[in-house]
């Protein structure tokens, strides 16, 4: 009878170790993830980030969460695996960032007046980088207007994307 009750205690520990496995999966693939954000750096504390239409200033980093503020002064922690296993946009990891807003004018309208007063006004803009240039091409054609993408180039570590941008529009 001994070997019975062996194999029933086997038989046990095997279902728990199975059960905890299990339990324990998300868990485990966070701390992995977790491990490779903070070896990879693909974000660091201060950055603006986007995932999967979600966005935020990181605050935290953690070995199983994420914690970021949203521009709603809101806290969103995620799970790391999360932030892993889909394609982020770290908005303010290069010196430079384009700010593109689409104008829209008549089909009568001078494109060329037009042009002008987007890169003027675009230029007066505190800090808008000179080098590149303001630009507005033509990049659309609608059923009722010309679209003009004002485009200007900021320092996103110096400068707001959102308040040069209100200003642009």
Do not use: C
């Not at 199975?18 to 990879?40: K, M, R, S, W, Y």
């Amino acid at each position: 009878g001994f070997g019975i009750v062996l194999a029933a205690f086997a038989t046990l520990a095997g279902a728990l170790a199975l059960a905890v496995g299990f339990a324990a999966q998300d868990l485990i693939a966070n701390f992995v993830a977790g491990v490779f954000i903070i070896q990879d750096e693909p974000f660091e504390v201060g950055d603006w980030i986007e995932w999967n239409d979600n966005g935020g200033v990181v605050r935290e980093i953690q070995l199983r969460v994420t914690k970021l503020d949203t521009f709603d002064n809101e806290l969103v922690t995620v799970p790391n695996s999360d932030l892993a296993g889909s394609a982020v946009v770290n908005n303010v990891a290069n010196e430079r960032r384009r700010v593109s807003v689409g104008f829209g004018i008549g089909y009568d309208d001078d494109i060329e007046q037009a042009r002008e007063a987007i890169v003027d006004e675009g230029a007066r803009i505190d800090g808008v980088l000179d080098d590149p240039e303001p630009s507005a091409p033509v990049t659309e054609l609608g059923d009722s207007a010309v679209v003009l993408s004002g485009r200007l180039w900021i320092d996103p570590n110096e400068h707001g994307y959102g308040s040069v941008r209100a200003q642009f529009v």
